[in-house]
C-alpha cells in the first residue's frame, strides 16, 4: 500500500517561511501527479498547487508568487515552499499523488502563521 509522509508544518509570524516535504514510499513505478492541498476550519478543502510528472506546475491564486512546489522523482518527494506567509493560510496541508490511475493522501500536517 503506498504510504506518504508530510513534515515541516508549525507555527510561524506573519512575513516567514516554511517548507512542507511529502515522501511516498512503497512506489514501484513513476508518480504522475503529485501537489498540495489544504483545509482551513469551517472552510473546504481547497486545492494549493501541483506539479506534473514532466513539471509543469499549476497554483491557486491566493499562493502565485509566494509558494513554489517542487519534486525530486528520485526521492519521490513533492516540496512546498511557502514565502511571505499571511494568517489566512493558517490550514491543515495535506500532499497528494497520482499513481497508477489512483489517488493517495497524507496524513496532513499543521500549518499555522499567526500575526
Known amino acids: 500500500q503506498v504510504q506518504l509522509v508530510e513534515s515541516g508544518g508549525g507555527l510561524v509570524q506573519a512575513g516567514g517561511s516554511l517548507r512542507l516535504s511529502c515522501a511516498a514510499s512503497?512506489?514501484?513505478?513513476?508518480?504522475?501527479?503529485m501537489g498540495w492541498y489544504r483545509q482551513a476550519p469551517g472552510k473546504q478543502r481547497e486545492m494549493v498547487a501541483h506539479?506534473?510528472?514532466?513539471?509543469?506546475?499549476n497554483y491557486a491564486d491566493s499562493v502565485k508568487g509566494r509558494f513554489t512546489i517542487s519534486r525530486d522523482n528520485a526521492k519521490n518527494t513533492v516540496y512546498l515552499q511557502m514565502n511571505s506567509l499571511k494568517p489566512e493560510d493558517t490550514a491543515v496541508y495535506y500532499c497528494?499523488?497520482?499513481?497508477?490511475?489512483?489517488?493517495?493522501w497524507g496524513q496532513g500536517t499543521q500549518v499555522t502563521v499567526s500575526s
Open positions: 512503497r512506489t514501484t513505478f513513476s508518480i504522475n501527479t
Open positions: 497528494y499523488i497520482v499513481y497508477l490511475r489512483k489517488d493517495y
Open positions: 506539479i506534473a510528472s514532466g513539471g509543469s506546475t
